[in-house]
């Protein structure tokens, strides 16, 4: 069985990237410069997630296995419980297996565009640890990251229930927790603190998200429920909320900032959330000199 955990360890930080698949061909071929552009910092593996409701489903194994291909690199496709069956998972994985992939990033996933909460199809599963229990049990070769929330699920009841998940999705049989973006290391060394009282001894990966527009951070952040430091909030905003060059200085001067204080206070690695676009993690990576 190949572990994604065999990455971190006492020698070595592991360097992840995320991509997702594009819209168009032009898209398709901007994404494959980015990818080869961050190669240069020899990532260890390589993820593409999928659309909501597992709409880029094809895409997303077209995108994965051509990048396997192109670096001869491990990756991991994203696989979510949205809308699919398990007989849809056991397609999926069977065709996951027969390309090669690697590894895969195991989710609940959200709810499709239009709906407040998910529901599981009929013959589906509701939660990820039985995504996770599912792998291991009928493709036990697959590596398996697992999602987890230094600020809280937004659907989560408590911080504690949120935490009975997760150690639910390590039981199961994940490698590694990849984390939701945060923007204060504070939430992610408490987060690590409470997962090993837990009994989680894994990894947890912190996923990074370098601000290249104040807007667009702001947007993402009241999705998926991380806060933004206001400090961080004034100084991106400083020349005016238009002025993206700036925003994308001051973005990246606090992203190599947050990973060397990450790196150096204990974290495994860092898995960046690349956007599909490699400048801002290519310029925090070069300034912290990894």
């Not at 849809?88 to 709810?111: C, E, K, T």
């Amino acid at each position: 069985m190949a572990s994604v955990a065999q990455f971190y360890t006492a020698d070595h930080k592991g360097l992840s990237f995320e991509l997702f698949p594009p819209k168009t061909e032009k898209g398709g071929a901007a994404l494959m410069r980015h990818t080869e552009a961050l190669m240069q910092f020899s990532p260890d593996y390589i993820t593409c997630t999928y659309g909501a409701g597992g709409s880029t489903q094809t895409k997303t194994m077209d995108v994965i296995t051509q990048v396997k291909s192109a670096f001869d690199i491990p990756v991991a496709s994203h696989l979510t419980c949205v809308g699919s069956t398990e007989n849809d998972l056991r397609r999926y994985l069977q065709n996951a297996s027969q390309q090669n992939i690697d590894f895969l990033v195991a989710l609940r996933g959200d709810p499709p565009q239009g709906d407040t909460e998910f529901k599981a199809v009929e013959g589906g599963f509701s939660y990820a640890n039985e995504l996770v229990e599912f792998i291991r049990a009928e493709f036990p070769d697959f590596g398996i990251a697992v999602a987890g929330y230094p600020e809280v699920h937004q659907e989560a009841i408590s911080a504690e229930s949120d935490l009975e998940n997760l150690k639910r999705k390590v039981d199961a049989g994940a490698d590694i927790v990849i984390t939701q973006l945060f923007y204060d290391n504070k939430d992610y060394f408490d987060f690590c603190d409470r997962c090993i009282a837990a009994g989680i001894s894994i990894p947890i990966v912190p996923g990074v998200l370098p601000v290249t527009s104040l807007t667009q951070i702001q947007r993402i952040t009241s999705l998926c429920g991380s806060k933004l430091p206001g400090s961080f909030v004034q100084r991106l905003g400083e020349k005016g909320e238009s002025n993206t060059e700036w925003q994308f200085e001051v973005g990246v001067e606090f992203a190599a900032a947050q990973v060397q204080n990450l790196v150096a206070n204990g974290a495994p690695g860092v898995h960046f959330y690349v956007l599909n676009k490699s400048q801002a993690t290519l310029c925090v990576l070069e300034s912290i000199g990894w």
